[in-house]
């Protein structure tokens, strides 16, 4: 009981990205900026498709999920590193470190399906035009997003109950600039033998699976595109896959950088620039990504935005 107690008031030190003095307002600055031009940029994919019966499709709903995950996801983690630097103190508390853990687990694992979700709506897009409408239809969209969210949510859930089970009393000093669930295993006094092998199993299945997913419908749509006669066939069928293989490479490249590579070949500062990526640069880019590259969101968007100037 005195060790339950113990952990539950337990603070825990978020190193940050840089202790220097100095850079702190440059880091503030910054960091300030790209989260309001995510957050900005993503709100208005989420209006624009809402606003605009001609992109109620299965493909712009699965983006719009994916903006709204955006937000979800560097709004765990910014705000509160930028309260960390404005006030100097990088303290967060035992409950504060679970809920970060919790909904930051929950809009990663969310992108990741979503990103899959998108890849199969490609597939049967491209492989069975005329049966588009019929197998992509409101109850199978609805099926695919709802157990998206039930599986990512009962995924992030799963982890975090496991992390209240095991005691803190050493260390609390997490080299990161927020609670990710590596780092904070390692700082654990009591066995993490059911986290590691829960974080080994069950997280690399439903990691894995949908980068499966997104790399067997691409393999299916090289095929049924190189099928197609005419050059004008091929550069349009390849043309709707660009911007959503343009998000999946900078997701999964970024997320490969900071969970696969060996420790040792990293240092600490190079493993930070990496989560930087993956958790801000990444959905900061993805508003731009599907705006400059897609000429009905281009036409929406500025459709919008010339309403909301009048």
Not at 54 to 76: E, K, Q, R, V
Not at 166 to 189: E, M
């Amino acid at each position: 009981m005195d060790r339950r107690n113990q952990t539950s008031t337990y603070e825990f030190l978020l190193m940050g990205l840089s202790e220097r003095p100095e850079q702190q307002p440059l880091l503030f600055g910054l960091f300030l900026a790209m989260y309001l031009m995510t957050v900005l940029g993503n709100l208005l994919i989420v209006l624009a498709i809402s606003s605009d019966v001609h992109l109620h499709t299965p493909m712009y709903l699965f983006l719009a999920n994916l903006s709204f995950s955006d937000i979800g996801f560097i709004s765990t983690v910014i705000p509160k590193m930028l309260d960390d630097i404005g006030s100097g103190s990088k303290l967060i508390s035992y409950g504060g470190c679970l809920t970060q853990l919790y909904f930051f687990g929950l809009f990663a694992d969310l992108d990741n399906f979503l990103l899959a979700v998108m890849a199969l709506d490609r597939y049967v897009a491209i492989s069975q035009p005329l049966h588009y409408t019929m197998t992509m239809n409101y109850q199978c969209c609805a099926l695919l997003l709802a157990g998206s969210w039930v599986v990512t949510t009962i995924h992030a859930l799963v982890h975090t109950l496991l992390v209240t089970r095991l005691s803190f009393c050493g260390s609390n000093v997490i080299p990161h600039f927020f609670c990710d669930l590596v780092p904070l295993l390692k700082l654990a006094c009591s066995s993490t033998y059911i986290n590691d092998l829960v974080l080994m199993l069950v997280a690399g299945t439903l990691l894995i699976g949908p980068f499966v997913c997104i790399l067997t419908s691409y393999f299916y749509i090289a095929l049924a595109v190189l099928r197609i006669d005419s050059p004008e066939g091929k550069q349009k069928a390849f043309s709707s896959c660009t911007s959503h293989l343009s998000v999946v490479s900078l997701f999964y490249s970024t997320a490969i950088g900071v969970y696969l590579c060996p420790p040792s070949s990293l240092s600490s500062g190079k493993d930070r620039v990496f989560s930087v990526m993956y958790t801000v640069v990444t959905p900061m880019l993805n508003p731009f990504i599907y705006s400059l590259r897609n000429r009905d969101m281009k036409g929406t968007l500025r459709t919008l935005l010339r309403r909301k100037t009048l």
